[in-house]
């Protein structure tokens, strides 16, 4: 006789699922893909389809011959991680390197914690990272494939506009001089911005995407609101002091991977807080410690790694900012 499991009261019965929650999310980053593809061509097609197909491939395999568990990648949970990798690679890496990677997210990050639901850290960046630390040379060249929609558009710089301002102020330039010659704008950040990760092409297909997510109540805005202000706020307060020296929040908020990191990747149901103020520290920490990277890190840009240190404290965060219980009266003012 099979062992009737109750769960613990209340039980609720709702319309979201994990597979249409997760299909939400591949179709808010449908704009960035699309967009991608527009100024990469065949480039980013081919990390988005290797990254898919690698990161099913080893969950279905892993499940069916090792474990011997229920089959899931049907949720579209293993597709969603490879393409949210593959939109935070360089638009030039070879296929392999996207391979690597799709099989270290699933394979360590995700599968190892037993699957979907109980991954401590988020396996898409944790696939970044490890290809990051492992291939820094790869990992680090942004330079412009051919477009099949675009052209004279292949030889484009192999620098990101943070890595830009880093070495510029280094060598003792203004942030005025910065952006003279590199003829940097904030439309061509908002549309068009590309030197960066696949992904990372425009704020505004982010932007859509997010408030599709909105729309959806796939995701809630406090998580995304903290990281975005915090930026804000820590980037303001040393420009005010220092404009010279300090790039502007606008353009902190622009360039890099905030927005794609914010919206996509901090806000995952696994690894991030369940109650409302834990939400919000958890964005302020993420926030803080990719400024902390940004400005006085080995490396231009710290939001992967912000992500995942802060994955970490979300057991503590959740053991001391739980959310209210169902049916308790909560006190307003």
């Known amino acids: 006789m099979k062992k009737l499991i109750v769960s613990p009261a209340p039980h609720l019965h709702g319309k979201e699922s994990t597979k249409s929650l997760m299909r939400d999310v591949i179709i808010a980053l449908a704009p960035s893909l699309l ?16 990254g898919v197909a690698t ?3 080893v969950e279905y395999v892993i499940q069916k011959y090792i474990v011997k568990s229920k089959i899931t990648v ?7 991680t490879g393409l949210l990798l593959s939109l935070n690679l360089p638009p030039n890496s070879p296929w392999w390197i996207m391979f690597i990677g799709s099989v270290v997210a699933i394979g360590i990050a995700k599968m190892t914690f037993g699957g979907v639901g109980q991954n401590l850290f988020n396996p898409a960046l944790v696939g970044r990272v490890f290809l990051l630390v492992s291939f820094p040379v790869i990992m680090t060249d942004y330079s412009i494939p051919t477009s099949w929609f675009r052209e004279g558009i292949d030889a484009g710089s192999g620098a990101t506009a943070l890595s830009i301002v880093k070495e510029g102020l280094a060598r003792g330039l203004t942030m005025d001089q910065i952006f003279d010659a590199n003829n940097f704008s904030y439309s061509q950040m908002l549309f068009s911005k590309i030197g960066g990760s696949v992904g990372e092409v425009s704020a505004l297909a982010l932007i859509l995407g997010f408030i ?12 995304p609101v903290a ?15 220092n404009p010279e020296s300090y790039a502007d929040p606008l353009f902190n908020v622009l360039t890099g991977g905030i927005l794609i990191g914010s919206i996509f990747m901090a806000t995952d149901y696994v690894t991030s807080p369940m109650s409302k103020k834990g939400m919000v520290l958890y964005g302020i920490g993420i926030g803080v410690i990719t400024m902390l990277i940004r ?24 053991m001391y900012m739980k959310p209210a219980k169902f049916g308790k009266e909560v006190k307003h003012g």
Do not use: Q
């Open 295 to 318: 400005y006085w890190g080995a490396y231009p840009e710290g939001i992967s790694f912000a992500i995942l240190i802060m994955n970490a404290t979300v057991p503590l965060i959740n």
């Open 227 to 241: 990281i975005i202000g915090t930026v804000l706020v820590f980037s303001g307060v040393f420009w005010l002091i």
């Open 55 to 57: 990161a099913v491939a």
């Open 74 to 80: 049907n949720d579209y949970s293993a597709a969603l």
């Open 212 to 223: 599709y997510l909105l729309i959806r109540r796939v995701i809630r805005p406090h998580i």
């Open 35 to 50: 967009v991608s593809v527009y100024y990469f061509g065949f480039s980013a097609v081919k990390l988005a389809l290797v």
